[in-house]
């Protein structure tokens, strides 16, 4: 298991950015794939953003792709979400994930992120 705390989050305006970090407890970080999900309000849960553990191999929700980035630095225990040009649609408590397998089977307890229009 990891601990996961997210920070980063806040009030934005419509085209403006934020950049949300996590950072993971323990010493096997290089050993998680990790990833970013967001829940807007009456909303599921959905799958923002992904990265690999050694950062080469990322994935994006399609809405999301040339706006936002993920990134990670091990040597910090800690992953990135650069969010840019951000849209009033990416309103939403962002959570931080790891998984060593199939399941995201570790969170963060979140960080809102709200967009005004």
């Known amino acids: 298991q990891v601990q996961l705390v997210e920070s980063g989050g806040g009030l934005v305006q419509a085209g403006g950015s934020l950049r949300l970090s996590c950072v993971a407890s323990?010493?096997?970080?290089?050993?998680?794939?990790m990833g970013w999900f967001r829940q807007a309000p009456g909303k599921e849960r959905e799958f923002v953003a992904g990265i690999n553990w050694s950062g080469d191999n990322t994935d994006y929700k399609e809405s999301v792709k040339g706006r936002f980035t993920i990134s990670r630095d091990n040597a910090k225990n800690t992953v990135y979400l650069q969010m840019n040009s951000l849209k009033p649609e990416d309103t939403a408590v962002y959570y931080c994930t790891a998984r060593m397998g199939t399941l995201w089977d570790n969170w963060g307890q979140g960080t809102q992120v709200t967009v005004s229009s």
């Open positions: 323990g010493r096997t970080f290089n050993s998680y794939t």
